[in-house]
Nanobody, 118 residues
Framework: QVQLVESGGGLVQAGGSLRLSCAVS????????MGWFRQAPGKEREFVAG????????YYGDSVKGRFTISRDSAKTTVYLQMNSLKPEDTGVYYC???????????WGQGTQVTVSS
């Protein structure tokens, strides 16, 4: 049973930073591409960032480029999302996801709330 557990969300002022973590268990971490998504109230889920299985490729949604950084640590079987220069529009529930092969993600975490106050 693959499990993804997010942590690190919270309340932060605009311009501040947060680092989200997603711990993966139940299957070899190196087999997964990993991604972060978010969903704001009343809006559709949005792709935030992705990283391939070995960390060689990273990609970002247009709204977070230059501010967010995705990374992974195979020893800790954890993927991170460093979020800097946060804006109120970054508010939402952030989800970690894993996939074996593109394009669809197979496994999802329960989400962690990020709230950015103005």
């Amino acid at each position: 049973q693959v499990q993804l557990v997010e942590s690190g969300g919270g309340l932060v002022q605009a311009g501040g930073s947060l680092r989200l973590s997603c711990a993966v268990s139940g299957r070899s971490f190196r087999t997964f591409d990993m991604g972060w998504f978010r969903q704001a109230p009343g809006k559709e889920r949005e792709f935030v960032a992705g990283i391939n299985w070995n960390g060689a490729s990273k990609y970002y949604g247009d709204s977070v480029k230059g501010r967010f950084t995705i990374s992974r640590d195979s020893a800790k079987t954890t993927v991170y999302l460093q979020m800097n220069s946060l804006k109120p529009e970054d508010t939402g529930v952030y989800y970690c996801a894993a996939r074996l092969t593109p394009p669809n993600y197979d496994y999802w975490g329960q989400g962690t709330q990020v709230t950015v106050s103005s």
